[in-house]
């Protein structure tokens, strides 16, 4: 049902040594939604999904993704299970065509065999790398090597995908396309958690969004209505 929780956290902490980056925090996305979680730098945007990812080993609390507690279990397994991660870093993989790289998002699935089924498929979605698959992936502009680690992740057709400043140093042309991507995303069937300083184009197609702020949440709402809310932006958004 479109009104589910897909995920649900619950008091949530997490620690880098003895720095608590994240303190407490609850929320929840829906079935086929986008929201977006904001904050300045440091709020503890990035420390979020890579703690629901299992990528932070010292947290505590409760990441429950279709039902299922995720908090025991290995980064591998929850990508197994549906949930995706794009950091903002890319990890674009030197030497290997696009067409390879695309492969990457498969190794690991159990629908490997659909390779070559799945690159046409997402290429169909991401025009400007069905013209670039024989290229290098590392020739890519910044903004094709985001939507080349996009359609990555997209290869094993997870369920969600959380999605760290996928705009960032990246000209506005190619950012227009990938916000309209996101939507087309969403249109597909596919759940977004994102993470964005560009905060008018990321609530223009969310549904929700949350605001953080020294690791816990300070406010939270309708996208639409924090569009509207200059204050709230500038309080907890500006950089």
């Known amino acids: 049902?479109?009104?589910?929780?897909?995920?649900?956290?619950?008091?949530?902490?997490?620690?880098?040594?003895?720095?608590?980056?994240i303190q407490g925090l609850s929320f929840e996305v829906k079935r086929g939604e986008i929201v977006t979680l904001m904050g300045r730098n440091g709020a503890g945007k990035t420390s979020t999904l890579r703690t629901i990812m299992?990528?932070?080993?010292?947290?505590?609390?409760?990441?429950?993704?279709?039902?299922?507690?995720?908090?025991?279990?290995?980064?591998?397994?929850?990508?197994?299970?549906?949930?995706?991660y794009v950091p903002e870093e890319r990890r674009i993989v030197t030497g290997l065509t696009v067409r390879e790289n695309l492969q990457l998002g498969l190794l690991a699935s159990e629908r490997r065999g659909e390779m070559n089924e799945m690159v046409d498929e997402i290429a169909q979605t991401f025009p400007r790398l069905k013209e670039r698959l024989d290229q290098d992936g590392t020739s890519l502009s910044g903004g094709e090597q985001q939507m080349l680690a996009i359609a990555r992740a997209m290869m094993a057709r997870p369920r969600m995908i959380l999605l760290d400043e996928p705009s960032e140093g990246i000209m506005p042309l190619l950012v227009d396309e990938m916000f309209e991507l996101f939507t087309r995303m969403k249109q597909q069937g596919t759940t977004i958690l994102l993470v964005e300083q560009n905060v008018e184009r990321a609530l223009s197609i969310s549904d929700r969004a949350y605001i953080l702020d020294q690791g816990h949440i300070v406010h939270q709402g309708d996208a639409a209505e924090l569009l509207a809310n200059a204050e709230i932006q500038e309080k907890y958004c500006a950089v």
Request: glycine fraction near 8%; charged fraction near 20%; include cysteine.
């Open 1 to 21: 049902m479109l009104n589910e929780a897909m995920l649900k956290v619950e008091q949530l902490n997490a620690w880098y040594d003895h720095s608590h980056v």
């Open 54 to 84: 299992g990528l932070v080993s010292q947290c505590k609390g409760s990441v429950v993704f279709d039902g299922e507690e995720l908090l025991t279990l290995p980064p591998h397994t929850r990508f197994h299970r549906g949930l995706a």
